[in-house]
């Protein structure tokens, strides 16, 4: 046999092979599809494939096929991500709000291939996960400019959903109107009193009266049936896409400092493992001296940084709070399992809402 026929007879075997651990691959792909639907996982996880290519290249010691494999590797990825999108086509995601509201925004960036389904209020959205409608809920926690959303943190407390990621989506406030609008034509702006705020100071140098709408969206769709070049909205870049608006001026408002940090929600509980973990738990200190301070110990004498402690009224009696907690480790370690059984001996009430990997940003999406 000659050197070609030899050469020609590896491959077809090695390639045989291959197809046989390409469909056994596919149908691990599946599986992570499923898990990531029920737990409410995005498809694309860049942190996760940096490491899988850093681990496997490491195994080709041929230097000169080292960037071939990682080609081949990054291939392979774009495949199972695809075969998941396809897999995925029928996930379902509550929001609250409308088309083009950061809500809707956030939703669309975190999964990008999913069906989005609105809800009129954070309540109804939450609840439809609860009730089997969605497979999960995205819902604003809490916003550097304005706070935290309190009806989202209390429904964490008191609800079964689990949060298995935060996302921040930086809020960048855009003035939009009908195509062919010149910026001297504007005398009325209309948008969400909120958005109105964060760009009081350009609109008042400007002029223009303002007009308060229940969202951004809301306040882009007006502006696109009015047929008016007079009026414009204050609104996302996105919103302006989905409305057919054209953006006058860009990051009008006042503030760079303006993000809204996303939570999933699902009714299956994430465990990620990971040393860059971070959770999120509630708890209720019995009325005795000193039983916030022994909690607090707790949790950083079994080595993990406390991020954020916040108290909200329980409202099932006057002045009874619960504690709000933002933490860095693994939970689910032996080390966070024995930090949760010291908590429930100084705690009334100990609930794990949920773990995830690092916050993640969502970047913005230019027209």
Request: charge should be negative.
């Amino acid at each position: 046999m000659n050197d070609l026929a030899e050469a020609r007879k590896i491959i077809d075997r090695v390639d045989g092979e291959m197809a046989r651990l390409f469909c056994e691959r596919m149908r691990a792909v599946a599986m992570v599809a499923e898990t990531k639907k029920e737990k409410g996982l995005p498809i694309y996880d860049p942190a996760r494939e940096d490491e899988v290519i850093r681990r496997n290249s490491e195994r080709v010691e041929d230097e000169s096929l080292k960037s071939y494999y990682v080609n081949f590797l990054k291939s392979n990825m774009e495949i199972s991500r695809a075969y998941q999108s396809r897999l995925l086509d029928g996930m379902r995601v509550a929001y609250s709000g409308v088309n083009g509201a950061f809500g809707y925004i956030a939703a669309r960036r975190i999964f990008p291939d999913a069906k989005l389904i609105a809800y009129p209020d954070f309540l109804a959205a939450y609840e439809a996960v609860e009730k089997g409608e969605c497979d999960c809920v995205v819902l604003p926690m809490e916003n550097s400019y304005a706070g935290d959303v309190t009806q989202v943190v209390d429904r964490a407390f008191e609800g079964s959903l689990y949060i298995n990621g935060i996302y921040d989506l930086e809020i960048v406030q855009n003035l939009l109107a009908l195509p062919g609008t010149s910026l001297s034509e504007i005398k009325e702006v209309i948008s969400h009193p909120q958005a109105l705020s964060q760009c009081a100071n350009y609109l008042r140098e400007k002029g223009f009266q303002t007009t308060p709408a229940t969202n951004t969206a809301v306040a882009a769709c007006r502006v696109a049936e009015s047929g008016r070049h007079d009026v414009a909205a204050v609104a996302s870049m996105e919103t302006a896409r989905l409305y057919g608006l054209q953006v006058l001026e860009k990051h009008i408002n006042e503030s760079s400092n303006n993000t809204t940090r996303f939570a999933v929600f699902s009714r299956v509980e994430n465990r990620p493992t990971g040393e860059e973990n971070q959770f999120i738990m509630f708890f209720t200190v019995k009325n005795e001296a000193g039983s916030l301070s022994k909690a607090v110990s707790v949790i950083g004498e079994n080595g993990f940084n406390l991020r954020a402690l916040k108290s909200r009224p329980t409202k099932n009696a006057n002045w009874e709070y619960y504690f709000y907690v933002e933490g860095e480790g693994v939970l689910h370690g032996e080390r966070g399992q024995k930090m949760l059984r010291e908590l429930k001996e100084n705690c009334s009430v100990v609930k794990v809402v949920g773990a995830y990997d690092k916050e993640k940003l969502l970047k913005e999406e230019d027209l």
